[in-house]
């Protein structure tokens, strides 16, 4: 990436969020981390989050923030570089600071496989009240340069009905995190963000997000 980046002519710092424990992964909750803990050591003003085995191919797709929330991962080789479906809004993602502000960051209550990008949409459309936008595919285009092996990409009934009841996006997000930060390793290259998470009985969440 820093070749990339670089050329950009970009002022930044990449970030590595790195879960401990035996919980589930739950990106959403490590993407907020990685704003949190970043703020803490400068007053960034743009944020990409951005999945680790993805890479942008044409430098014409900018790492930038603007007025609105951007999908930058469009089209992928894996997926024909093809958009999957209207409303997909994952694998690299750009959002001013006010934007991730006024969305209340990710989700913090899906763990294991799938719905914290689709909830993210939401979160723009229903409670930040904008659309986002997104570059032509002929410049959006990513490659997966690994593929992870997702042992838990299956059905997970409990995200869905989270995600399908559209709760208040007030009631959960930046202002309900709950880790434990491990350590900060600084690298030349990147920094290293070390977590615990603590999960949430599922219950409880449904009790608290009132499903």
Known sequence: MHPFLKKQELDYTIFVINQHG??????????????????KLYSFDCFIFHDVDLFPEDLR??????GRPRHLAVAID????????????????????????????????YWGWGQEDDDMYSRVLLKLRKSIIR?????ARYK?????????????????????SRYNYSLDGLNTMNYTLNNILFYKLFTLINVTLSREPIKQIYIRLKI
């Not at 797709?61 to 603007?66: F, H, I, Q, T, V």
């Not at 570059?135 to 410049?139: C, F, K, M």
């Not at 997966?144 to 399908?164: C, D, G, M, P």
């Open 22 to 39: 035996d919980e589930e992964f739950n990106k959403g909750v490590l993407l907020n981390v990685g704003y949190i803990e970043a703020m």
């Open 135 to 139: 570059y032509p595919n002929e410049i």
């Open 61 to 66: 797709n900018l790492y930038k923030c603007g």
């Open 78 to 109: 894996k997926w024909e570089y093809r958009l999957l479906y209207a409303s997909i809004f994952g694998g690299a993602t750009a959002f001013s600071v006010p934007d991730f502000l006024g969305a209340n960051g990710h989700a913090t209550v």
């Open 144 to 164: 997966v340069v690994r593929t992870f092996n997702h042992t838990a990409a299956k059905l997970n009934l409990a995200n869905q009905i989270i995600y399908r």
